[in-house]
């Protein structure tokens, strides 16, 4: 079992940066796939963002691409999102999610991922 706890969510404004952390815990880190989602109000959770184990490869949503990084540094046993040039439609519940499944080309669905976090707030304002 993996436990993952997401933080560094609040209110930015539009245009404005923000960066959310991912820390798992346990000795396997490095063999997860990491990947963040998010549930903007009222909609469906969608996918944002994953990880490689390695941290080598990446894959964006494509209206996250150019604005959104993803990193993760296995030694401290987190993952990041940096988040720049907010727009209002960014506002959602942001969670973590991982997977000791490996899978040549990185999954973007939810079913892909077997552990998830809480959820961080992000809000972006005008």
């Known amino acids: 079992q993996v436990q993952l706890v997401e933080t560094g969510g609040g209110l930015v404004q539009a245009g404005g940066s923000l960066r959310i952390y991912c820390a798992a815990d346990g000795r396997t880190f490095n063999k997860l796939t990491v990947a963040w989602f998010r549930r903007p109000p009222g909609k469906d959770r969608e996918f944002v963002a994953a990880?490689?184990?390695?941290?080598?490869?990446?894959s964006l949503a494509d209206s996250v691409k150019g604005r959104f990084t993803i990193s993760r540094d296995n030694a401290e046993n987190t993952a990041d999102l940096q988040m720049n040039s907010l727009e209002l439609e960014d506002t959602a519940v942001y969670y973590c999610?991982?997977?000791?499944?490996?899978?040549?080309?990185?999954?973007?669905?939810?079913?892909?991922?077997?552990?998830w976090g809480q959820g961080t707030q992000v809000t972006v304002s005008s």
């Open positions: 990880i490689s184990r390695s941290g080598g490869r990446t």
């Open positions: 999610a991982a997977t000791h499944t490996w899978s040549a080309v990185l999954r973007t669905g939810e079913k892909d991922y077997e552990y």
